[in-house]
Antibody, heavy 122, light 107 residues
Framework: QVTLKESGPVLVKPTETLTLTCTVS??????????VGWIRQPPGKALEWLAH???????SYNTVLKSRLTISKDTPKSQVVLTMTNVDPVDTATYYC??????????????WGQGTLVTVSS | SSELTQPPSVSVSPGQTASITCSGD??????VCWYQQKPGQSPLLIIY???KRPSGIPERFSGSNSGNTATLTISGTQALDEADYYC??????????FGGGTKLTVL
């Protein structure tokens, strides 16, 4: 059974660094054909892809946010970590991690975590 | 990066067919996925690779993609299909792009 669970602070102050952890089970973050991505959703707004990391450690970032994001993984712990520097109130959102799977033709997000709401406020 | 445009809202009567569009430059040259999100829940994959349904997704959900528009079609729409729907494609091969979402109302 594939599950993903996000964890991290509920409240972060402006200019601080946000660190979010995605703990997975039912698959390995280093298995070929797998990747884990982070997607966020401000309250009442659309989904926004942030970053993902492949099983071979290759990374990809949202062009607009790239300078503020770092994604990494810890295979033994089955975790993928996203850090976002210099947060602002506009970064207030529910942050989701999701598994990406390769079917031979494309990657798609087939399993999602429950999400974690992060509020940026002083 | 490319943009995907969806209508903010679509209304449908129970039992009728709902169509939700997703537009983007040469979108037909890319593969499109669709996600359903109900209030307070995480997104659920309902269509991948334009028209493939994951296991457990009802047959009334179907997808197509040609030219600049991908379409999610829900046949025999049920009240439980009321949700937000998001399309998603890949910009180049490494950046995921989501549409702005469409709120489906079943009247």
């Amino acid at each position: 059974q594939v599950t993903l669970k996000e964890s991290g602070p509920v409240l972060v102050k402006p200019t601080e660094t946000l660190t979010l952890t995605c703990t997975v089970s039912g698959f390995s973050v280093s298995s070929a054909g797998m990747a884990v991505g982070w997607i966020r959703q401000p309250p009442g707004k659309a989904l926004e892809w942030l970053a993902h990391i492949f099983s071979n450690d290759d990374e990809s970032y949202n062009t607009v946010l790239k300078s503020r994001l770092t994604i990494s993984k810890d295979t033994p712990k089955s975790q993928v970590v996203l850090t976002m520097t210099n947060v602002d109130p506009v970064d207030t959102a529910t942050y989701y991690c999701a598994r990406m799977i390769w079917n031979g033709i494309l990657y798609y997000f087939d399993y999602w975590g429950q999400g974690t709401l992060v509020t940026v406020s002083s | 990066s490319s943009e995907l445009t969806q209508p903010p809202s679509v209304s449908v009567s129970p039992g009728q067919t709902a169509s939700i569009t997703c537009s983007g430059d040469n979108l037909g040259d890319k593969y499109v996925c669709w996600y359903q999100q109900k209030p307070g829940q995480s997104p659920l994959l309902i269509i991948y690779q334009d028209n493939k349904r994951p296991s457990g997704i009802p047959e009334r959900f179907s997808g197509s993609n040609s030219g600049n528009t991908a379409t999610l079609t829900i046949s025999g729409t049920q009240a439980l299909d009321e949700a937000d729907y998001y399309c998603q494609a890949w910009d180049g091969s490494t950046e995921a792009v989501f549409g702005g979402g469409t709120k489906l109302t079943v009247l």
